[in-house]
């Protein structure tokens, strides 16, 4: 496991930009595949972003492509998620995760940040 802390969620107006950010506690920053999720009131928590250990592959889900923007930085533990032209539908708290290399699913979570698109 690995202590994540988000920063950088906030209110902003429907087309609006935020950039939140992650850093991570570990010595082994660069065998974890890292991750964004979020979760809306009433709904389960979902997948939005994830890239590799370098960061030479990505993966987004539909809702968010052509918007969003993973990356991560190995030097600094870190990892970010940009955000463009943000919509309400994208109200949700938004978690940073872990999964290290030869595991199945995410084992480390942050505590979450409030992301709150108006219209």
């Known amino acids: 496991q690995v202590q994540l802390v988000e920063s950088g969620g906030g209110l902003v107006q429907a087309g609006g930009s935020l950039r939140l950010s992650c850093a991570a506690s570990?010595?082994?920053?660069?065998?974890?595949?890292m991750g964004w999720f979020r979760q809306a009131p009433g709904k389960d928590r979902e997948f939005v972003a994830g890239?590799?250990?370098?960061?030479?592959?990505?993966t987004y889900a539909d809702s968010v492509k052509g918007r969003f923007t993973i990356s991560r930085d190995n030097a600094k533990n870190t990892v970010s998620l940009q955000m463009n032209t943000l919509k309400p539908e994208d109200t949700a708290i938004y978690y940073c995760?872990?999964?290290?290399?030869?595991?199945?699913?995410?084992?480390?979570w942050g505590q979450g940040t409030q992301v709150t698109v108006s219209s």
């Open positions: 570990t010595d082994t920053f660069r065998s974890y595949v």
């Open positions: 995760a872990a999964r290290r290399r030869g595991y199945q699913d995410f084992n480390s």
């Open positions: 890239i590799t250990w370098t960061g030479a592959t990505t």
